[in-house]
């Protein structure tokens, strides 16, 4: 992050029997990301938690892409997974803090997987996107 002169990053962890949710470190100074200065942030605590028990992410937070859009914006699209399933859907938040809280966006899941028999209809993993700053547009 060029404002806080700190890498940044989100990253899910968790064991193989209970969730897995997302969680945010830093490492001071913007030329060593290969430090040994990574500090895990927020206390520990998990940045984008998993949805209560029954929702479309009640198991899994993970597989965050933030993206920069402003000193005063970021985005992250993220896999949810649902527990009684395992089906895996495409979650947004923003955070207005440089990345330290995040509120999910009220319409999650963003892209849910189609109907039953299509080609998506088990999972949708792995989001990947841009800002096109001409074209004020995400593009995923």
């Not at 949710?21 to 290969?34: R, V």
């Not at 970021?74 to 979650?91: D, E, I």
Request: some cysteine; charged content about 15%.
């Amino acid at each position: 992050d060029p404002d806080d002169l700190k890498w940044k990053c989100w990253f899910h962890a968790g064991n193989n029997t209970g969730p897995r949710q997302t969680y945010y470190a830093t490492c001071p100074g913007a030329s060593d990301p290969g430090g040994a200065n990574w500090t895990i942030q927020n206390g520990g605590t998990n940045v984008v938690p998993i949805g209560a028990g029954g929702t479309w992410e009640d198991q899994r937070t993970v597989d965050c892409k933030v993206l920069r859009v402003s000193s005063s914006l970021m985005v992250m699209m993220y896999s949810g997974v649902k527990v009684s399933t395992g089906v895996a859907q495409l979650g947004v938040a923003t955070s207005t803090d440089r990345g330290l809280t995040w509120t999910k966006y009220g319409g999650n899941p963003a892209i849910a997987v189609g109907a039953a028999g299509t080609w998506d209809a088990g999972a949708i993993w792995g989001p990947a996107f841009i800002y096109d700053e001409n074209l004020k547009l995400y593009l995923c």
